[in-house]
C-alpha cells in the first residue's frame, strides 16, 4: 500500500514538531508546491473533528492540538506545570543551559533520543525560549529564558558552574558527530 502526501505531510509535521512552509514540505515530499496546497486542504478536510488540527500561518503549517479541546488541555497543562521535572527535562534543560543556544536536532544527537515533547513542556513551563538561529535564519534554536537564569541566580548562562568545560565537552560531541555523518 503506498502513502498518500497528505499521509507524508502529517507524519512529517508530526515528526518535526515545529512549523514548515510548503516549499519544505515539497522538497521533503518529493512534490510540487501546488500538490502540497493540494494535499493540505485534503489533510484539513479529513482533521475535522479530531484531536489535531493544522495550523497556518502565511506559508508555513504546524501539525497542532484541536482548539475545542483548549479548556481540556489547560487544566492538563496546569497540572503538569505543579509536577517535578523528570530526568530527561533536566537533561534537556542543562544542555540548552550549557550550549547557549542549541537546535532540536542538535540536543536528539547528545541524548539519542526524540526531544519535542520535552522541549514543549519546558517551553510551556517558561524555562526555555526559541530563537532564529544566528547564522541560519531558516533553523530555531533553544535557549535559557530570562526567568530560567533568574531563578537559577545567574544573569548569564556563562556564570553557570563548569561552563567553558562542559560546552567544550559538549561541542567534541557534536563536532565529532557532524565528521561521522560526512
Known amino acids: 500500500m503506498e502513502t498518500t502526501l497528505s ?8 515528526f518535526k514538531g515545529e512549523p514548515l512552509s510548503v516549499a519544505e514540505l515539497a522538497k521533503h515530499c518529493e512534490a510540487n508546491e501546488t500538490e502540497v496546497q493540494v494535499a493540505l486542504a485534503q489533510l484539513k478536510e479529513k482533521m475535522t473533528d479530531r484531536g489535531l488540527e493544522l495550523i497556518q500561518k502565511d506559508d508555513e503549517v504546524l501539525l497542532g ?7 481540556f488541555l489547560e487544566k492538563l497543562r496546569k497540572e503538569e506545570l505543579n ?9 534537556t534543560l542543562a544542555i540548552i ?6 537546535s532540536r536536532s542538535e540536543i536528539d544527537y547528545i541524548r539519542g533520543v526524540n526531544s519535542s515533547f520535552i522541549l514543549r513542556n519546558l517551553l510551556m513551563r517558561g524555562l526555555v525560549e526559541k530563537a532564529l ?9 533553544y535557549k535559557p529564558s530570562f526567568e530560567l537564569l533568574s531563578y537559577m541566580g545567574v544573569g548569564d548562562a556563562t ?4 561552563f567553558e568545560n562542559i560546552k567544550n565537552s559538549l561541542n567534541k560531541s557534536l563536532r565529532e558527530a557532524e565528521e561521522a555523518v560526512e
Request: glycine residues 6%; positive net charge; without cysteine.
Open 83 to 91: 509536577k517535578e521535572m523528570s530526568k530527561a527535562s533536566l537533561e
Open 133 to 141: 538561529h544566528p547564522t541560519d535564519q531558516r533553523k530555531l534554536i
Open 7 to 14: 499521509a507524508k505531510i502529517e507524519g512529517l509535521l508530526f
Open 65 to 71: 492540538t484541536n482548539r475545542k479541546l483548549g479548556p
Open 159 to 162: 556564570d553557570l558552574k563548569d
Open 97 to 102: 543551559l550549557y550550549q547557549d543556544g542549541v
